[in-house]
């Protein structure tokens, strides 16, 4: 979803140019950023520069905004991302353990994607599914109990593009 | 005057002025608030807290430069829990800094180091966590060591509000934050224009200029080398006080007889290719005028105003002189036309340049300014860099006994010496080009309304009946107010002068640090160096560029005359467009 077409670029300039109608277009940073997140699923740079020429506001406050914020990502993000739980409860049961296994089996950092493109790790702070700890959430779904292999099975799954409910 | 009010500093009554805050109140009564991320040209970020006092009422302690007075006020500054929390507050910035400060080079004039002093911390009580990001050495000129960075913000605020570039950024956010240019790109790769004013403004030393002292001192002590200087009008205006001495002490003399303690065989002065730069430029300025050339002209010397124009005013390229700044044209005769004198291969020749400024590093470096297949200028150290040498070759700078510049490339008139002050190299432009268009004298020569630190100023001069309308700015965010108009309405003016730091080379980027008693780029300092330069060319007979008989000299035996085809080869360049391509917002044009 993250190639830049020239289709895309001309639906941003129609955004922007809607914003710049309103009456103080610079605050409209923040919605013209989010529209660029779900463009592409990131701020591509190359983007950034665009926005940046035409709201004329200087590439560095785009990206103090750009950066302040923990929503936006400055990176592509794989097809899939995995955000293990490192609440308490979770911690408790062995998060970390299952932590290491999926860094070990997918050879990337927390916040990093996979070279495939397939999978971005993210940690976060308690789903709210304690009774099932430890934890992950892929995509939107929550899988819970889990220990080392039974995470790496999980992800094989992904792999093969199987989605278990 | 508005009606006064009645505040209460420390138990007793003081009557002041309303609408004012309380710092600004208190600095006026003689109690001066410890602070840090305040500045009085800079908008109020209130962000570091080191300004904090007791109010009286008030549910904690309020930033003293952020708030404003109010009738009745109680305020204390100097309570013993006040005096602990502030220095909470200077400890925990303190915890995280790499504080390696024995081996760093603001050793002796870093704010963060007089704070601390100041707050009495003698103990390191929390070792936090250290930042190691690494220092970005990119750029020519300015070299940004995020991990002495204390976030005070006052570099962004110089950069974008000031000066208009917007390359800095506070990004991310918490600890984590740090000021970088977009997409943390190399200052090398950005839209900086190398000013150096954020080296200016910063507390600590998380921007530096490049240093090249070890390697100067290295090249100084190669017997096989000629060593020629030059220096900057302003570096004479401002080295003083990095002795020690009041702003606007010139110390021409004795800077020419350190350098000569140095190492350096010739001793020239930037001051006499600034008249060089005056017979050109002027002679350029009259063939548009008669020849329908384009219009506004505008002045070149400023290296950070190039960079700027190549990267935000590319559509005004054509209107920019040809003409090489005054190092660069200083540069280029001395490989030439001195070294034909000598008859040496100018390959022996080092040729290094004291400057104001740390933009001039990046220009040096600029391979369109080669001469003869070579670098022109070989190093350029700033006013800063030079004192230092000065004092660590152990030479009593105070106490030498002033000395001439060499011919053929040091003397210098009146015109040359103002060149260091906003306004001044439009007014020696005019001493020369006066004469030229008229074949008359012109009798006042000090052009009192291009006078000043007023942000953009304007003049008129009658020549021949024909009215010449000229402008200047300093700073570069009043030359985008200047440019802005000229974009909008490119008849108004004829002639324009540009330089980009504020009060012009006299605020250089690499003039001495504030000292204890001042801030940085304070307006008296700047006008009293201005002075310095006023002064000098008041002392002189010989006060416009083409009475200087070495000048007239060199065009006699070398580059015949003023455009020559010679001339051009060495003396004039050309801009080309530069990327990123910088943006202004509009908001701040106004
Ligand atoms: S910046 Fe100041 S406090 Fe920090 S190491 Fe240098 S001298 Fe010391
Ligand atoms: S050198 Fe000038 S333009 Fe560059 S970052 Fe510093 S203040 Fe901005
Ligand atoms: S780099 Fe210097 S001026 Fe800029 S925020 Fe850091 S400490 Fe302050
Ligand atoms: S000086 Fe007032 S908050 Fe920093």
Known sequence: MSEITQEKKDELKAFIAECSQKQYPDSYLIAVLHKVQGMFGYLPREVMDQVADMMQIPTAHIWGVATFYHYFNLKPIGKHTISVCLGTACYVKGAAEILDAIKRELGIQVGQTTEDMLFTLQEARCLGACGIAPVIMIDDKIYGELDAKKVIALINQYRKGVQVA | ?590
């Open chain 2, 1 to 590: 005057m508005e009606k006064l009010i009645t505040i209460y500093i420390n138990g007793r009554e003081y009557k002041v002025e309303p609408n004012q805050t309380i710092m600004q109140a208190a600095d006026k009564l003689g109690f001066h608030i410890p602070r840090l991320c305040y500045h009085p040209k800079l908008s109020i970020e209130g962000a570091c807290r080191v300004c904090i006092v007791e109010v009286e009422g008030a549910k904690s302690y309020v930033a003293s430069c952020a708030y404003p007075v109010n009738e009745g006020m109680k305020i204390h500054t100097n309570t013993q829990e006040l005096r602990r929390a502030r220095r909470d507050i200077v400890e925990l910035l303190v915890d995280n800094h790499p504080m390696d400060c024995h081996t760093c080079e603001r050793d002796g004039n870093c704010e963060l180091q007089r704070l601390a002093a100041s707050m009495g911390i003698r103990a390191r009580h929390f070792e936090g966590e250290r930042k190691q990001y690494g220092v970005d050495v990119s750029g020519d000129s300015v070299i940004r060591n995020p991990d002495k960075c204390i976030l005070c913000g006052r570099c962004v605020r110089m950069c974008s509000e000031i000066q208009q570039v917007h390359n800095l950024t506070q990004a991310h956010r918490g600890f984590n934050t740090v000021v970088m240019p977009a997409y943390n790109m190399p200052m090398a790769e950005s839209v900086c224009t190398a000013c150096g004013q954020c080296i200016n403004v910063c507390p600590t030393a998380a921007f530096l200029e490049k240093n090249y002292t070890q390697d100067l001192f290295e090249k100084l002590n190669d017997p096989n080398l000629i060593k020629v200087a030059q220096f900057a009008p302003s570096v004479r205006a401002a080295i003083g006080e990095a002795f020690g001495l009041e702003p606007g002490s010139n110390m021409e003399g004795q800077l020419v007889a350190a350098l000569r303690k140095l190492g350096f065989d010739y001793v020239f002065d930037t001051q006499f290719s600034a008249d060089l730069t005056i017979m050109e430029e002027a002679t350029e300025f009259l063939e548009r005028v008669q020849n329908k050339g384009k219009l506004p002209m505008i002045t070149s010397c400023s290296s950070a105003w190039m960079k700027c124009l190549e990267q935000f005013y590319p559509d005004l390229i054509d209107n920019v002189s040809t003409c090489k700044s005054p190092m660069s044209m200083q540069s280029a005769v001395t490989k030439t036309y001195f070294a034909q004198k000598l008859g040496v291969d100018p390959k022996k020749i080092l040729s290094v340049a004291a400057m104001c400024c740390t933009a001039k590093k990046y220009e040096a470096a600029r391979p369109e300014l080669n001469v003869e297949g070579m670098r022109a200028t070989d190093i350029v150290v700033t006013t800063r860099e030079i004192a230092w040498m000065i004092k660590s070759a152990g030479i009593d700078f105070l106490n030498l006994k002033p000395e001439e510049q060499d011919h053929p490339l040091g003397m210098s008139s009146g015109a040359g010496v103002i060149f260091g002050t906003t306004g001044g190299v439009m007014e020696a432009a005019i001493r020369t080009a006066y004469e030229l268009y008229t074949g008359q004298t012109l009798v006042d020569i000090e052009v009192e309304d291009l006078r000043g630190l007023k942000g953009v100023k304007e003049g008129k001069v009658l020549m021949d009946g024909q009215e010449i309308r000229v402008a200047v700015a300093h700073g570069l965010g009043n030359a985008c107010k200047l440019l802005d108009t000229v974009r909008k309405d490119p008849g108004r003016y004829h002639f324009i002068e540009i330089m980009g730091c504020p009060g012009g080379c006299v605020g250089g980027g690499g003039q001495p640090y504030a000292g204890v008693n001042s801030i940085p780029l304070d307006e008296g300092a700047l006008r009293k160096r201005a002075q310095a330069l006023y002064d000098e060319d008041r002392s002189k007979t010989i006060r416009r560029s083409h009475d200087n008989p070495d000048i007239q000299k060199l065009y006699k035996e070398f580059l015949q005359r003023p455009g020559s085809h010679v001339a051009h080869e060495l003396l004039h360049t050309h801009y080309k467009q530069k990327f990123p391509k910088g943006i202004v917002p509009k908001s701040s044009l106004q």
